[in-house]
């Protein structure tokens, strides 16, 4: 069964960095899409970024603009969000994701990590 599994996780004080890893196993997604959502407390799933399968082509929420970086090594099966000055508006559950295209919205993504928390003090 093809899982993936974030991690990078933690507490970290607004203005610091934090780079999240979500990791595939079982499955190669050399061809896939992948992407990072968020879910703050009380709010719905949001999309944060996403890349194509070369890594050439990426995509970002207006929020994270400037901030977030997607990126990922396919001869590892792993993507990666570089986020830096982070915000308190930033905590949330991200949660990594793997699909056919690059895309904004959550439906084309067949695969999702279980989520890790990322808290950002102010």
């Known amino acids: 069964q093809v899982q993936l599994v974030e991690s990078g996780g933690g507490l970290v004080q607004a203005g610091g960095s934090l780079r999240l890893s979500c990791a595939a196993s079982d499955r190669t997604f050399g061809n896939d899409a992948m992407a990072w959502f968020r879910q703050a407390p009380e709010k719905e799933r949001e999309f944060v970024a996403a890349?194509?399968?070369?890594?050439?082509?990426?995509y970002y929420s207006d929020s994270v603009k400037g901030r977030f970086t997607i990126s990922r090594d396919n001869a590892k099966n792993t993507v990666y969000l570089q986020r830096n000055s982070l915000k308190p508006e930033d905590t949330a559950v991200y949660y990594c994701a793997v699909g056919p295209i690059m895309t904004r919205r959550m439906s084309p993504y067949n695969y999702w990590g279980q989520g890790t928390q990322v808290t950002v003090s102010s």
């Open positions: 890349g194509n399968w070369k890594g050439d082509s990426t």
